[in-house]
């Protein structure tokens, strides 16, 4: 508890938890400390209570990766990256490499089982996010009362892909059991969720909202100011943000651009579409859009290079005047 960890370099490492143990961070019942991943190839498995990278029972503490390829995964009750056993998730900043958290009772990235997400900032790099119970990034799950809220979660840069099972994607977690009231469904609240930047991001739940709260949780805050946001199946370009690198639409998701809005793919980029697109707004930039579904291209904004075996409807070209 309160150590410090520094991983850099190009060599690979695989690192394992105890009992109530993190992988990378906290032992029994302890605090992540402060932990920094710059690079290398980089395994982290929490044992029963811990996280994969984070608490060993307790809060995350403080977690920073700028590089690497980052696999996390927590035992029972932790979370992927972020708490222990009923800890929060502490500070946790993204901002490179290629990142893939799974946690189970506890959330993908942020709290551990039944306990707040923490401060999440995801910055850059390409972050993959995942857990059965707790939410995909944010609050854990819990079976003794409410789950843990979102925390604040703020995404500026980047790709990232939030799924879970019974909680929401990004935001708040499931909890069943005795609130003091008898026993129910008690949803922890979404918290605080902002997207402000060239970003991308997928959030998916079965049971909750795709952003927001738990079951019966409250919504929280959303602040979707610049980025591409999908939840679910529907994706939103807010203001206008630049592609972060290759993205693609999957079969039955629609993107909308709404008046006023810009996406701009940029050089040596693409945008493939394998479901549809609804421009009312502008597709710019000099990289391309693979079309391999629909394009409804309503206000005849669409400049970037287009390809592919799909349909691209434009405006009609015919007046009718009365």
């Not at 972020?82 to 189970?104: F, H, L, M």
Request: proline residues 3%.
């Amino acid at each position: 508890e309160n150590t410090a960890v520094s991983i850099h370099g190009d060599g690979r490492l695989e690192a394992n938890g105890g009992n109530s143990s993190a992988g990378i961070g906290g032992s029994t019942g302890g605090s992540g400390g402060t932990i920094e991943i710059k690079g290398g190839t980089v395994t982290a498995n929490g044992g029963p209570g811990g996280a994969g990278i984070g608490g060993g029972g307790g809060s995350g503490g403080t977690i920073t990766i700028s590089g690497g390829t980052v696999m996390a995964n927590s035992g029972s009750h932790g979370a992927g990256i972020g708490g222990g056993y009923d800890g929060s998730g502490g500070t946790i900043a993204i901002s490179g490499g290629t990142v893939t958290a799974t946690g189970s009772d506890g959330a993908g990235i942020g709290g551990g089982s039944g306990s707040y997400g923490g401060t999440i900032t995801i910055s850059g790099g390409t972050v993959t996010a995942t857990s059965t119970g707790g939410a995909g990034i944010g609050g854990g799950f819990s079976s003794n009362g409410y789950g843990g809220s979102g925390g604040t979660i703020t995404i500026s840069g980047g790709t990232v892909t939030a799924t879970s099972y019974n909680s929401a994607g990004i935001g708040g977690g499931y909890g069943y059991g005795d609130t003091g009231g008898g026993s129910g469904t008690a949803g922890g609240d979404g918290g605080r969720f902002t997207i402000n930047g060239n970003a991308v991001v997928f959030a998916t739940s079965n049971q909750a909202s795709p952003i927001g709260g738990g079951p019966g949780g409250g919504d929280g805050t959303k602040e979707l100011i610049k980025g591409v946001v999908f939840e679910g199946s529907n994706g939103t370009v807010c203001g206008s943000p630049e592609l972060p690198g290759d993205i693609t639409i999957p079969y039955g998701s629609t993107l909308t651009v709404p008046d006023g809005a810009t996406l701009t793919i940029p050089d040596n980029t693409a945008l493939t579409n394998n479901g549809r697109i609804e421009n009312h707004g502008t597709v710019n930039g000099t990289g391309t859009l693979v079309n391999n579904g629909t394009v409804n291209d309503h206000s005849g904004g669409t400049s970037a290079t287009v390809n592919g075996t799909g349909t691209v409807n434009k405006p009609s070209a015919v007046k009718i005047t009365f």
